[in-house]
C-alpha cells in the first residue's frame, strides 16, 4: 500500500472528526508541547465552573468524575482502576518513587530525557543516577541497579525506547521499572502492567486540560512510601479530613493528590475519544502523517533524526528561525534541543502535513 493509499484508509473517520471536535485557528501540530481541548470538554468544564459559582448542591464532591477519569485511562492503559493514582504533575509522582528508594540505590536514565521524570531521582540525597544513551539502556541495566526510569517516547526527538528489551533486562537483574508514557498514551498503545511504575500527563496526546496526571503501580502497589499523601487518600476520604489518616486506601488511591477538579472533569472527553476511536487506529493514522512529512522534508533536503514508527519529528537543521517561519504562517510548532519539532495526532490531516511542508519551502 502506498503512502496516500495508507493514510486515506486508517484516516477514515478520523480526520472528520476533526472539524466536528475541534476548533483550532492555526494548523496545530505541537501536541507534543500540549493537545488540543476537545470542544465537549470545554461545554463540560464551563458548566462545572458555573456550578461552583453558583454553589449548587453537589458540585464539591467531585470523587465520582476523577474516578471515572480513573476507569477510562487504566482501560487506556491496559490495568485494574485500582492500580491507578490520581494527581497533577508527573514531577510528583516520580518524586513519589525517587523517595521511596533505599540510600545508595543506582537508578539508571537515558541520556537528555525529559526533566519532569530524571530530576527527583537527581535532586534526592542518597541515589546513585547513572545515565545512558538510550539505545543502550536495556545493555547497560547490570547488579545492583534498582530502577530504570526511561520515557517511552523521547521529548525531544520523538525517538522510541525498546520497553521490551529494558523490561526483560530488568527482571534478570531484578531492578524495577518507571516508565514515563507522557509521549505515548493516546496515540501508542501501552500496557502498563509490563512495567513496575508508569507515569503519565493528560494535557498532551490524552487531549486534556493541565493538571491531570496518572500513576500505575503493580498489584501490591510497588513498596511506595504514600509521603504526600493527605484526606484524599484515606479509604474513606470523608472520614479523613482531621488528624492523622488512620486508614489510606487500600489501592493505588492511596497515592492521590487533591484533584483539579475542573481539569479532571475536562479529561473525560479526550480519553473517551480515544477509546472510542481505539489507539491502534490513531497510531496508524499519526504516523502515516508524520511519514509524510519525513518524506517531503528528504525531497526537500533535511534529514529528521531517525525515529521509525513515531509521531514525533525532529529536525537537527532546522530551529528557531524555522519555527518563527512556520508560526507566522500560522502553523504551531515547537523547538526543542535546538530541533525543530512536529508533532501529528487525530485532529491532523494531510492538509496540515503539505502546508507546513510549503512553509518550510
Avoid at 495508507?6 to 466536528?20: D, K, Q
Avoid at 493537545?35 to 461552583?52: K, R, S
Avoid at 491532523?348 to 502535513?353: C, E, F, K, L, S
Wanted: overall charge negative; some cysteine; charged content about 20%.
Amino acid at each position: 500500500m502506498d503512502e496516500m493509499s495508507m493514510i486515506m484508509n486508517v484516516g477514515m473517520g478520523i480526520e472528520s472528526l476533526a472539524p466536528e471536535q475541534f476548533a483550532p485557528e492555526t494548523v496545530y501540530l505541537n501536541t507534543a508541547a500540549t493537545g488540543l481541548i476537545p470542544g465537549p470538554a470545554v461545554t463540560a468544564m464551563h458548566d462545572a465552573a458555573t456550578a461552583y459559582a453558583r454553589g449548587r448542591a453537589g458540585s464539591e464532591d467531585h470523587f465520582q468524575v476523577v474516578d471515572a477519569v480513573r476507569g477510562a485511562f487504566a482501560r487506556l492503559v491496559g490495568v485494574p482502576a485500582r492500580r491507578v493514582a490520581t494527581g497533577g504533575s508527573a514531577a510528583v509522582f516520580c518524586g513519589l518513587v525517587a523517595q521511596s528508594l533505599p540510600d545508595g540505590a543506582e537508578v539508571l536514565c537515558a541520556e537528555g530525557d525529559f526533566s519532569s521524570l530524571v530530576n527527583p531521582f537527581h535532586v534526592r540525597p542518597g541515589l546513585h543516577v547513572r545515565t545512558v544513551p538510550l539505545e543502550k539502556i536495556a545493555a547497560e541495566v547490570r547488579p545492583g541497579t534498582a530502577l530504570v526510569a526511561v520515557s517511552a517516547v523521547q521529548s525531544a526527538d520523538g525517538r522510541i525506547a525498546d520497553l521490551r528489551a529494558i523490561g526483560e533486562a530488568a527482571r534478570v537483574y531484578g531492578a524495577r521499572t518507571l516508565v514515563d508514557i507522557s509521549q505515548s498514551a493516546g496515540w501508542l498503545p501501552t500496557d502498563a502492567g509490563a512495567y513496575d511504575f508508569t507515569v503519565c500527563v493528560g494535557y498532551k496526546w490524552l487531549m486534556g486540560p493541565r493538571g491531570t496526571a496518572f500513576l500505575t503501580v503493580p498489584e501490591d502497589l510497588g513498596g511506595l512510601s504514600p509521603v504526600f499523601a493527605g484526606w484524599v487518600a484515606g479509604e474513606d476520604p470523608w472520614d479523613s479530613t482531621y488528624g492523622p489518616v488512620t486508614t489510606l486506601a487500600s489501592s493505588a488511591r492511596r497515592y492521590d493528590h487533591n484533584p483539579a477538579i475542573l481539569a479532571y472533569v475536562g479529561a473525560l472527553a479526550g480519553l473517551r475519544l480515544i477509546e472510542e476511536l481505539g489507539q491502534e487506529r490513531i497510531a496508524a493514522h499519526d504516523v502515516a502523517l508524520a511519514e509524510r512529512f519525513r518524506a517531503g522534508l528528504g525531497r526537500a533536503g533535511h534529514r529528521a533524526v531517525p525515529a521509525d514508527g513515531s509521531a514525533i519529528v525532529s529536525v537537527p537543521a532546522l530551529g528557531p528561525g524555522p519555527t518563527e517561519r512556520l508560526s507566522a504562517a500560522g502553523i504551531r510548532t515547537s523547538t526543542r534541543a535546538g530541533r525543530l519539532r512536529v508533532a501529528f495526532h487525530a485532529y491532523n490531516g494531510t492538509a496540515d502535513v503539505d502546508a507546513a511542508l510549503a512553509a518550510l519551502s
